[in-house]
């Protein structure tokens, strides 16, 4: 989500949180900025081709075409052969 700027936002428009947390005017006329908090994504900032692989991923898994580790070692030696 890219940001997003709301010009001329009354007092009165904002929510009630807000509007006590900034002490706002009612009547005053308002900037609001919106960015989106870049530490955790939220869940629809995941990417619909990334969705689609993990539940390809998971189908094939639950028709037994997966291979399962003892170790992160052997995981890491069997990745290496692949590459």
Do not use: C
């Not at 509007?19 to 009547?27: A, E, G, L, V």
């Not at 075409?65 to 030696?77: A, D, I, P, V, Y």
């Amino acid at each position: 989500m890219p940001t997003t700027v709301l010009e001329n936002v009354k007092g009165s428009e904002l929510p009630t949180a807000w509007q006590k947390k900034i002490k706002s005017d009612p009547s005053q006329t308002y900037i609001v900025i919106l960015e989106p908090d870049e530490d955790l994504p939220p869940e629809d900032r995941i990417s619909d081709e990334l969705i689609k692989a993990v539940k390809k991923s998971e189908e094939s898994i639950r028709a037994g075409k997966g291979t399962l580790h003892e170790s992160t070692e052997e995981l890491f030696e069997n990745f290496d052969k692949i590459f």
